[in-house]
C-alpha cells in the first residue's frame, strides 16, 4: 500500500479487536525518515519499536524522589525532580 524505505520509520498503536475475532482496527504514523520519527514520537513508543532504550531506576530512588516532592509545593517542585534526576 505505502512505499517506506526504512521499516523502522512506521509506528502502529491502539489496536483494538472486534467482538467475534477476525478484525482489529487501530492507529499507524508513516515519518519520512527515522530521525523525524525520533523527534516526534513519544519516548515509549521508540522504546516499544527498539530504538531507544529503557532508563531503568530503582524502586528506592524513584520512592526517595516522591517523597522528597511531597515536602515541596510549586515550581520548586520541579526544581527538585531535576536535581533528583541529574544525581
Known sequence: MYEVKDPNSIFVFKFRTHFGG???????????SVENAKKYEPKYRLIRNGLDTKVEKSRKQMKERKNRAKKIRGVKKTKASEAAKKK
Open 22 to 32: 477476525g478484525k482489529s482496527t487501530g492507529f499507524g504514523l508513516i515519518y519520512d
